[in-house]
């Protein structure tokens, strides 16, 4: 009896949590988004501006997520498989996005390709516009977006040790083939899955954005700087209906997660 | 001779795992590395298959200097003690591997991988993953995986290590037929003397990085040129400086010249052995091994007085 | 051993290459603007009072959210792993949305339930609270997801072996689960702290941003940029920046003493 009581009470608190911090307010979102009908979420959503914040988005991120992908693995196999002095600086660096403030990460960007930085004067000489365009944006969006496919890998990599390595090499295989035919099939899924978060992270991020972007309307806005630049204006649908497409995008990404985890496990 | 070691030392950090190694395999032969955890016996075959580096020393793999050479290019074939098979491989493609990359036609692939299912015995299985194979047939597998590219040499590192005892007991049997069938030059490590003796024709016993004595099963046993060897390779009594087998301690009821008197402690019944635990007169502990059919002969029972003769004792100089 | 090199050389130097132009740099960039105003430059802008109510806003925020994260989310975790009740699969899976969820969505979400227009009635918009509120739902995942697995992996032989011996369901917490799951529920926090050191995106809407009030340093330091400040954004930034190697590295000094702990 007292058993069950502890266990509803807990379950009691844990729900209660959730339902304050997470469900009730995206419930209330949601209610809000379509209290005066799909329409007006539509007609917030088809905006030029709003279109081409959402273009921009996704462009980043088919940039930064391959280029995080491949150094993700690179980086775990280096990590994992290789002795090399510096190793512990690595690892600090690898984590550091994990732990540092978006707004310390733009900053630093901002501070080395601004008309002042170390780079600033020599891209203006030549005509190379980084700050308050795309590349800066790309750049911070890699920053932060950084350590996920590496820190997937590096577990799995361990678990799985190297003597199918050794055993593909002692058959004949190169280094490469030993890695497109025995390691790439073993990780696949740590990739994957890094891959998942590496896309969510890019697509929602915005502190290290917003500083590098300039916030130029048409041009540097991604959906979710558009999604503050719609609140500061006052416009509570538009901001409502942009924030309900990246909370699908978020939930996609949930159910990936979910369906993948167990996979991963299984391998 | 297929493989020659000449002076292979290895370090890992402070360890030194192989202290000045020098061996020869003869073409044809099946040679056991055989010692202790910690004796250098896996890094001696992993330096074989180039899978370390030596710190100094060469290997020469058939006539040819094969020590700076990546473990792809030597022709060597190499079993693990986890058997490291590709998981995501079915048991065709595992076999296969070593074809495919040297991009052999379809039909060649073929036809050798099935004749190798069948010598392992595992042609049902061809389709399976090896999550869905026990460790026997797993290991026969990664046999016949490392088989497929015809090695010039076929290295085995514990291969049967992680099975169970009978399991382990068939496979070895199944070696031995394997390789009078095959024929290829075969190295493999163990610390099972036991295992040594049954499979190999030649046995190398190594200690603390370094090979003891190399010799045939028979001639390592009754010729043992070190204590380690004596001690390892069979069991052993120790009485001060003597060595001596416990089936070669005669007991015999009557007293007689040179015999010591010893008390029977324990008496443990094997089947057809019979283990006898003795303590001496002076105190020294020690145990006989005869047969059931002695032990009624002699009748003996626990606290009896008996009277042991050593037979083909050993001295060992203290140079070990 | 020729092939074996080229590859080790190409993902090492791929690595150390990508991390010097992405992270290292920008950070290099950061400590030398900082040190360009000199000690006492420095001084002056991070003793600065609104610097200073920030930071401090900062930090006692943070560990409040810490805190309760290590209550609630050790709870939630427990409740996750142990207890079994009819769609836990999707509350596991809702765990990880504000990982998921663009932080600036997270802050509009929060001021949705918890500002003027709030159906319950509750309007916390622009305070302190909001700051906790909009800390709590970034870091939620935390502390479930690193106390999860170790909960999943303990050996609940041992709880029944306490039992046995005679404790009750609290010492058996108290003395055989708790010290098993200490290290996650560390650095579990550890993160959760950092990530709220850390925190903009859901602060910028749902607190006002009013100096001195919900002004927290990430907030202070977009001013001082939008402001043109350089030397004193960076100045803040540079004492974040700290904060967040300090956390690493005990973080890391929490997973070395439990693998070690674990190797017996």
Known sequence: MANALRRFGLRGIAFAYLAAILIGPLAVVFYRTFENGFGAAWDALSSPETVNAFKLTLIITAIAVPANTVFGIACALAIVRRKFPGKGIVNAFVDLPLALSPVVVGLSLYLLYGRDGWFGSWLTDHGIQVLFALPSMVIATIFVSLPFVAREVVPTLREIGDEQEQAARTLGASSWQTFRRITLPAIRWAVIYGVILTTARSLGEYGAVAVVSGHLQGQTETATLRVEERYQSLDLAGAYSISIVLALLAVLVLVAMTVIRPKEEAV | ?320 | MQGETASAALSLGLTTTYLSLIVALPIAALLFESTNIGARGFWDVVSSPEAVAALKLTLWTSIAVALINAVLGTITAWVLVRDSFRGKALVNAVIDLPFALPTIVAGLTLLALYGPRSPVGINVAFTQVAIILAMLFVTLPFVVRTVQPVLLELDQEMEQAAKSLGATELQTFRRVVFPNILPGILSGVALAFAKAVGEFGSLVIITGNLPYKTEVSSVFIFSRIESGDRAGAAAVAVILLAISFALLLAIGVVRHYTTRHDRG
Not at chain 2, 9 to 15: E, G, I, Q
Not at chain 2, 105 to 122: F, M, N
Not at chain 2, 124 to 149: D, E, T
Request: with cysteine; glycine share 8%.
């Open chain 2, 1 to 320: 001779m297929s493989i020659v070691v000449k002076g292979v030392s290895k370090r890992f950090n402070d360890f030194p795992a192989l202290d000045d190694v020098s061996l020869d395999v003869e073409t044809g032969s099946l040679t056991a590395l055989l010692g202790p955890s910690g004796s250098g016996k896996s890094t001696l075959l992993r330096v074989i298959a180039g899978l370390e580096q030596p710190d100094e020393g060469e290997v020469v793999i058939f006539g040819d200097d094969a020590t700076g050479l990546a473990p792809q290019k030597r022709g060597v074939g190499f079993v693990f003690q986890h058997y490291a098979a590709f998981k995501h491989m079915t048991v065709y493609d595992n076999i296969a591997f070593g074809l495919t990359i040297r991009k052999r036609p379809k039909a060649e692939i073929e036809s050798r991988v099935g004749e190798l299912l069948e010598l392992v015995q595992l042609k049902p299985f061809a389709h399976r993953y090896p999550a869905q194979l026990s460790g026997g047939q797993r290991q026969r597998m990664a046999l016949a995986r490392a088989l497929a590219v015809e090695p010039k040499v076929l290295l085995l590192d514990e291969p049967f290590g992680a099975l169970d005892a009978r399991v382990r007991a068939e496979l070895r049997e199944w070696l031995r037929r394997l390789h009078e069938e095959v024929h290829v030059t075969t190295v493999f490590v163990t610390h099972d003397q036991e295992e040594a003796m049954q499979v190999a024709d030649r046995i190398a016993v190594m200690n603390k990085g370094r090979i003891e004595q190399v010799g045939g099963p028979r001639d390592l046993y009754e010729h043992p040129e070190t204590e380690f060897v004596m001690s390892f390779v069979g069991p052993v009594n120790r009485v001060g400086d003597t060595w001596v087998r416990p089936h070669d301690l005669e007991l015999s009821a009557e007293p007689s010249d040179g015999a010591d008197e010893a008390m029977i402690e324990r008496i443990v019944h094997l089947g057809f052995e019979v283990r006898v635990e003795l303590t001496r007169a002076d105190g020294e502990k020690l145990w006989a091994q005869v047969t059931r059919d002695r032990c009624e002969e002699l009748e003996l029972e626990e606290g009896q007085i008996v009277y042991l003769r050593p037979q083909h004792e050993r001295v060992f100089s203290a140079a070990t």
